[in-house]
């Protein structure tokens, strides 16, 4: 190769590795094991130790068969269980494809690789059985006199597997002999099934017959663990155009460390920092020390069948384990307000809203100030209260609903006008103002729905200054992507709103699970005189500054997961695991898990990085990250993320409100990556149904990797509110009746009923949809 070939190389192999990887492909011999030696090289033993406990699954693709398996298996189990802690879910990231993929290996319960299974077709096995009974029946002198032949067999049922010749010298004549016997044989019987790859063994060439090649491999490896196979990295030894790994390594994502095709663009030598090539293991420990690797929750190649199957056991792994963990909170609530089945009893389950049963509701002495406030209307139609069909709910449309039944639908589109928002303030303030009034007369607030009634207004406060802060965000980091920390003090409207929210957030956390909470009036109080001043403050501002737009991103009309119970027990989850630690930060991302880091300080007083993380309007929307290439994204070639406040840990928890294909968890996880931070784990309020599958499987989207799930995905107590998608059906996210949010969906019904709405808003259209 030419010196200007050598620099084109050099340049391609540098920029494949600035794409991110999320799995590793190894051969084995020469490329993990000491030189001269069938033995894995201790450091290459820690290195998979390090990648296991990083999340990243580990392919073996090697010619070797089970009883070589066996050998390597032998070096390395002892030493990852023992001195490097892998524990018995780390070890199930490791498959092996034996026989250059001819048998899948994979571990089940604690014993490594012990199950198999075949991924080649009976018709190549009795193709390659065929060979064998022919080139016997030749006995061909000069082939036994230079090379020794040799089998692989399964030992359940001795099916030959490969058939090697292995070469007394490297002698290329005797090299051609030995390839034009095997291509003759091939030839004169039609065996085109199988194939011909070279490797070497105690430095003598041999040559391989089999079923399968480890390009072949590497598509079995695709849909085994649902990556693509442009994501993994392949690294082997005989990159040479005739060697056993060439058809691997052929890409440019695939690396020899040693013998080369001399190609430019793919199979490339291993550099060092002084341009010098490594060899052998110092080479693959070298370029994995290099390399982008980081887990996925994004399976994009996932195979469907298999996956629905493993899905579908682990959702129901979810439901017996959300069970037994909730019992002990909703034992707390039972006891704290009197009820039969704890938390399902105080907060509705598909809203999220504090709840009264219709009965209670006319218990309730009418003089309560409280239950006056919430029973505020105008002609029957409840201001910040609506019905379902046997409880109040404390939240109305006047206030905590007011952009869905008010906002328009403008050409298919909502439109949040000026007049909107400004009206939003209006009946926020009044709201406010009436709930001081309220609390301000005095009364004995001694009965378990009184207390209903308290954590009602706190929702509803709550509900304010997560508008409020989403609005800053916008306002302030719109064109930005934006890693903030609220803890400081770097923006003073946002700092005071989260001051407002910690103080709400932990006051609801008090009265639903600290045990024989006492009613807290004067807190709520200072609460709302706080809210006060923060809402007027802006309100202030917005009119001064006026600007007739659509508001809908800086006002969010709804959150599809907007149960606090639910939130706080999901981080109290990850929380209750990290006891002994505070090495971390939190961060939630915009907009549904704005909420959970509040939550997390709540739970954990000593952690000082709450962050959020947003990204700016070049990256945001549903569909254009469905359509993100997680390979090459890299958030500085998207303006960077600007940080603002002091950031201390390079170690953070993300928090969301929901996950389904996961490409939107994974974006966020890649550009903190960029910036050198490490998502160390992920905590989920809710996880996707088995119901919504279809949708994982859409073009350009990708399924949620249950392998993660309860370890490096945690919470996921609760079943996502969405609809299951019938395959008749084919507009976009939405059932044959037109709904995706079963929530919403209530809610909308709810504010129908309640008669406060606007023509042309959301709610009228639905109501015209259901009359049709």
């Known amino acids: 190769m030419n010196d200007f070939n050598i620099e084109i190389m050099k340049h391609n192999y540098l920029k494949s590795l600035e794409q991110k990887y999320n799995a590793v492909c190894f051969d084995i011999d020469g490329t993990l094991t000491k030189q001269n030696s069938r033995e894995i090289d201790e450091r290459a033993v820690k290195m998979i130790a390090d990648l296991l406990k990083a999340k990243i699954p580990i392919v073996f693709i090697t010619g070797r068969g089970s009883t070589g398996l066996k050998h390597m298996i032998n070096d390395i189990q002892f030493k990852l269980l023992n001195l490097y802690n892998i524990d018995n879910i780390e070890l199930k990231r490791i498959y092996a494809l034996a026989n250059d993929g001819a048998r899948l290996f994979y571990t089940s319960h604690n014993q490594m690789l012990n199950e198999c299974i075949y991924t080649v077709s009976d018709d190549k096995l009795c193709q390659l059985k065929k060979f064998d009974d022919e080139m016997l029946k030749t006995q061909n002198d000069k082939i036994n006199n230079i090379c020794k032949i040799t089998y692989s067999n399964d030992s359940t049922n001795n099916k030959i597997l490969n058939v090697r010749f292995v070469l007394q010298d490297n002698n290329d004549d005797n090299v051609k002999l030995v390839m034009d016997f095997i291509e003759n044989l091939i030839k004169d019987y039609n065996l085109n099934g199988l194939n011909i790859t070279r490797g070497k063994y105690k430095e003598n060439n041999v040559i391989q017959v089999g079923t399968t090649s480890k390009d072949i491999a590497i598509e079995t490896a695709e849909k085994l663990i649902g990556v693509p196979k442009n994501s993994m990295m392949r690294i082997g030894d005989c990159g040479d155009i005739i060697g056993n790994d060439y058809a691997m390594l052929n890409c440019e994502q695939g690396y020899s460390v040693d013998r080369t095709c001399n190609s430019v663009d793919g199979c490339f030598p291993i550099f060092d920092d002084n341009n010098r090539i490594l060899k052998g293991v110092d080479a693959t420990l070298f370029l994995i020390k290099k390399a982008k690797l980081l887990p996925t929750i994004c399976l994009e190649n996932a195979d469907k069948k298999t996956y629905i199957k493993n899905y579908a056991k682990t959702e129901y792994a979810i439901s017996e384990g959300k069970c037994k963990y909730l019992t002990m909170y909703n034992q707390i609530i039972k006891d704290n307000f009197n009820t039969p089945n704890g938390m399902d009893d105080v907060f509705d389950c598909s809203s999220g809203s504090i709840k009264i049963p219709m009965y209670e509701w006319e218990i309730l002495d009418f003089n309560n100030p409280l239950k006056k406030l919430f029973a505020m209307n105008d002609s029957g139609s409840l201001f910040y209260t609506l019905r379902d069909n046997f409880n109040y709910l404390l939240r109305g449309s006047k206030n905590y609903y007011y952009f869905l039944a008010n906002r328009q639908v403008i050409d298919g589109k909502d439109y949040t006008s000026w007049e909107n928002v400004k009206e939003w303030y209006e009946n926020n303030i009044f709201f406010i103002d009436n709930s001081l ?160 880091p509040i939550i997390y300080k709540v739970i954990n007083n000593s952690i000082t990085d709450i962050l959020l993380f947003n990204f700016g309007k070049n990256i945001s929307g549903y569909r254009n990250k469905q359509l993100v290439d997680l390979r090459r994204f890299n958030i500085n070639n998207f303006g960077g993320i600007t940080k603002v406040g002091n950031i201390q840990n390079d170690n953070i928890i993300l928090l969301d409100d929901n996950v389904l294909t996961g490409k939107t968890m994974q974006l966020a996880i890649n550009s903190l990556y960029d910036i050198g931070i490490n998502v160390t784990n992920i905590n989920i309020v809710r996880y996707p149904g088995i119901n919504r599958v279809n949708q994982m499987f859409m073009k350009n989207h990708g399924a949620v990797d249950y392998n993660l799930f309860f370890e490096y995905v945690t919470g996921l107590c609760f079943q996502s509110p969405y609809s299951w998608v019938d395959e008749m059906e084919d507009i976009s996210y939405l059932d044959s009746l037109g709904v995706f949010d079963l929530n919403r969906e209530k809610i909308i019904e709810c504010l129908i009923k309640n008669h406060d709405y606007k023509k042309d808003s959301e709610v009228s259209v639905s109501k015209r949809r259901l009359r049709k």
């Not at 009034?437 to 997560?466: C, H």
Request: charge should be neutral.
């Open 437 to 596: 009034k309220a609390l301000n007369i005095k009364y004995n607030y001694s009965d378990i729905t009184s207390k209903k009634l308290f954590l009602g207004l706190l929702d509803n406060i709550r509900n304010i200054v997560l508008i409020l802060i989403n609005h800053k965000l916008v306002q302030y980091y719109n064109d930005k992507n934006v890693l903030l920390n609220i803890n400081s003090c770097e923006n003073a409207d946002i700092s005071n709103l989260y001051n407002v929210l910690y103080l709400t957030e932990n006051l609801m956390s008090k009265i639903c699970f600290e045990k024989k909470s006492l009613m807290r009036a004067e807190e709520i109080k200072q609460i709302f005189s706080l809210t006060n001043s923060c809402i007027n403050k802006d309100f202030f501002e917005f009119l001064a500054a006026f600007q007739e737009k659509d508001y809908s991103k800086e006002y969010r009309t709804y959150r599809e997961i907007d149960n606090f119970a639910e939130n706080y027990l999901t981080v109290k989850i990850d929380s209750d695991k990290k006891k002994e630690t505070n090495n971390f930060g939190v961060c939630g991302m915009c907009y549904g898990g704005l909420e959970l």
